[in-house]
């Protein structure tokens, strides 16, 4: 999973850096079942200024739910 960062990292350092690639970037790592670094990226990714949108919700309510995170997901929802 280090070069889809190294591809994030460097379409963040062309300005071709938007939801679309937040998002490619959660979803990759919920895929390999890497949730808690996925919930890192959407956390991360508010700093930038994006809005989550629906693709976004959905694969970090995957995450919530393979972890047993359910507490956790008023955090999620009501904060973004």
Known sequence: FGTGLYVFVS???????DIVSWNVLIVGYVQIGEGSI????FK???CDHFLPNTITFV???KVVEAQG???EVNKFIVKW
């Open 11 to 17: 379409l963040k350092e062309s300005g071709v850096h």
């Open 38 to 41: 996925a919930i890192t990226y």
């Open 44 to 46: 991360r990714r508010k």
């Open 59 to 61: 694969f970090i309510l």
């Open 69 to 71: 995170l359910y507490t």
